[in-house]
């Protein structure tokens, strides 16, 4: 019923007279006959070809939806189409009423659209939210895949039209793409994404890694630089927008795994990143990432709050550029370092000239072709992973390449030195890095410490050296000769005892420096009888016979692995220094203890000529007093009953007090 200024209407009939009364009820007259409504439902309910459409229709609540006001088109499959899918389908669906209602609504569209409103690659968005393509061609009009049998089935709240398939919604994806476009952060970037034509590309198979900067690390962006970009879809914009793709997974865990360490990644521009892990977050290059491992069907988000701009000076700009390195060009290209150096950095290079690289013997240019591997070693010997300008140089300076191993700075009268190599010019300021242009190829030496730490033997040794910081002692020129205990050896002695020497720095540099002599021995310098002295001060005995050639009591398991700097010989067991070595707590030679370390027993020798006792108390490092004793000079004190440890032994005679320490297994 409708009022107003005209008159009253029932439909679009107007009452003309009202209110005649009779006995049983009200006449009113109207001036047009009312027909009952026909709406998409009655030509679903009225078709004998349509009873499993009615069905679902009903069992899915559509029905007074599809009754109402509409407009409504409804592509309706026939029994005879629900009836081609697989088996057990339709039973199913009825059985999941929002699966089902999702296959509805894919089939109805909120208007009317008659086949002459329709034309040839057409898209049309239904209730479901996806879209159905129209296709009209010599065969007939097609929805999808499903064709039209009937056509314009007008109802006064729509359309029908009558098709021979069902139509099945696309599934639900959850890509790169769909994670950008549903951001409310992240507007900027999805129209920079769709400008650039990069949509698809998140949206395929393919798995990518994006880091993605919000709509606010774009507006933090100097003023013009977005609209720079849109108005560069194909170059700048696309170029911008792959240096925040990776290819693959990198999931957050395996970047904060990183710890301390910085690494480098490269990005679809063929550019490098730099990631770092610190107390103040997670960084890619210069953005923190701020929200970490947002799944997706083909990747991973990670969401950063600026974005990544790749340099447009690099330090490969500059050998590129110079016409006196033309040979580092082809071998930084051969070896692929060409495109992580145009990356993030800091990169510090240093540049050998063309005749720098001339100079090396033909051996060696010849090993370089042939050797990949020794070709990035070499390269690598010449990268730094930081910016080092020439005034951050000093004199001594050792310098940890990306190889991992150390350059050392000699500055001078004659000039700035890298190893050997002169720095002819310095301080090339790239925007990632700086460039030093050297006049020899530096070649990268093993020292007696890469040997240990190299060796799958050796990982004790390696980090005690590390501790004491004798590693960078032995790290230098040399010569040395180092008998490297095994893990093996170190595991024989008790663990608290280990424990105690580890906790005494001094006792343990005492012991590390009684195995390295400042002088290189080979096995063929070493002779039956021989004594060595030793960094520590005190001498080492070899003994060669029949069973082999043994260091003091030791056995050498291998011999003569050669370094630049020096030789390593294997032993099978902890060299310990005399107590007359500084192990001593007061340096006095009067008294020694035999052996030491020891099991159960000990004796106390002298070399005072006298008759007369000595008196003994042995403490703990806690001061308890465990035993108190006399002993003549060469007998033996039991000690068997003393717990594996580190004692101190107070050795009295009648004018002097000696201190000495003991480790007992």
Do not use: W
Request: charged share 15%; no cysteine.
């Amino acid at each position: 019923m409708t009022i107003n200024n005209v008159g009253v209407f029932i439909d679009d009939a107007q009452v003309t007279v009202a209110d005649i009364i009779a006995e049983n009820g009200v006449v009113h007259v109207i001036n047009a006959i009312l027909l009952p409504p026909n709406t998409v439902v009655d030509v679903i309910v009225g078709s004998a070809d349509h009873n499993t459409l009615e069905a679902a229709v009903g069992a899915a609540g559509l029905v007074n939806t599809l009754n109402g006001a509409g407009p409504f088109t409804v592509f309706a499959p026939t029994d005879a189409a629900f009836a081609a899918l697989p088996a057990g389908t339709v039973e199913a669906l009825l059985n999941d009423i929002p699966a089902l209602t999702s296959i509805l609504s894919y089939h109805v569209v909120g208007a009317s659209a008659l086949s002459t409103d329709l034309t040839n690659g057409q898209v049309i968005t239904t209730l479901n939210g996806a879209e159905v393509i129209v296709t009209i061609n010599s065969d007939g009009v097609f929805i999808n895949d499903a064709k039209v049998t009937v056509a314009d089935i007008v109802t006064d709240n729509g359309v029908v039209h009558v098709i021979d398939a069902v139509l099945l919604p696309p599934a639900e994806t959850n890509t790169i793409f769909d994670i950008i476009k549903n951001s409310p952060d992240h507007n900027t970037l999805e129209a920079a994404v769709i400008a650039a034509g990069l949509d698809g590309v998140l949206s395929g198979d393919d798995s990518y890694t994006v880091f993605a900067p919000t709509d606010a690390a774009f507006a933090a962006l100097p003023v013009g630089t977005i609209e720079a970009l849109l108005a560069d879809p194909q170059g700048a914009l696309t170029q911008v927008l792959l240096y925040h793709v990776a290819d693959g997974l990198i999931p957050s865990s395996d970047i904060i795994e990183l710890g301390d360490e910085e690494v480098y990644g490269l990005m679809l521009n063929g550019k490098t990143v730099t990631f770092r892990v610190n107390e103040d977050g997670v960084f890619i290059n210069n953005a923190k990432i701020i929200v970490v491992d947002i799944e997706a069907d083909n990747g991973i988000v990670h969401v950063i709050d600026a974005v990544l701009l790749a340099p447009d000076s690099t330090v490969v700009d500059v050998v590129r550029n110079s016409p006196n390195h033309t040979i580092l060009e082809s071998l930084l290209d051969l070896s692929e370092f060409s495109a992580p150096l145009e990356g993030y950095g800091p990169f510090t290079l240093f540049a050998p000239t063309d005749a720098a690289i001339n100079a090396l013997s033909p051996e060696i240019i010849n090993e370089l072709a042939q050797d990949n591997g020794l070709l990035e070693e070499i390269l690598t010997y010449h990268l730094v992973g930081g910016l080092a300008l020439s005034s951050d140089l000093s004199d001594g300076q050792l310098i940890n390449t990306l190889l991992e191993k150390n350059i050392r700075v000699t500055i001078n009268n004659e000039g700035v030195f890298i190893n050997d190599a002169k720095v002819i010019v310095a301080d090339i300021i790239t925007d990632n890095g700086v460039v030093h242009v050297i006049d020899a190829v530096l070649l990268p030496k093993t020292t007696v410490v890469d040997i240990i730490n190299n060796s799958e033997d050796h990982f004790v040794l390696s980090s005690i050296l590390s501790l004491t910081g004798l590693d960078n002692s032995l790290n230098v020129e040399g010569p040395f000769t180092v008998f490297a205990p095994t893990d093996d050896a170190f595991d024989a002695i008790p663990e608290d005892v280990l424990e105690a020497i580890v906790a005494d720095q001094s006792l343990l540099t005492s012991i590390l420096t009684y195995h390295a002599v400042g002088a290189k021995a080979l096995s063929t310098d070493l002779s039956n009888g021989q004594e060595i002295t030793t960094l520590n001060g005190a001498k080492v005995k070899i003994t060669i016979n029949n069973d082999g050639v043994f260091i003091n009591n030791a056995k050498v398991t291998v011999a003569d692995v050669v370094a630049d700097n020096g030789v390593v010989h294997v032993i099978d067991a902890v060299l310990l220094p005399p107590p007359s070595s500084n192990t001593d707590l007061i340096e006095d030679n009067t008294f020694s203890i035999l052996p030491n370390p020891a099991k159960d027993f000990i004796t106390i020798q002298s070399e005072l000529v006298t008759s007369e006792p000595v008196k003994v108390d042995i403490y703990t490092v806690n001061g308890q007093n465990v035993i108190s004793s006399e002993v003549l000079s060469g007998n033996t004190l039991d000690i068997s009953q003393l717990n594996s440890g580190l004692y101190l032994l107070n050795i009295k005679t009648k004018n002097k007090l000696v201190i000495k320490k003991l480790v007992k297994h």
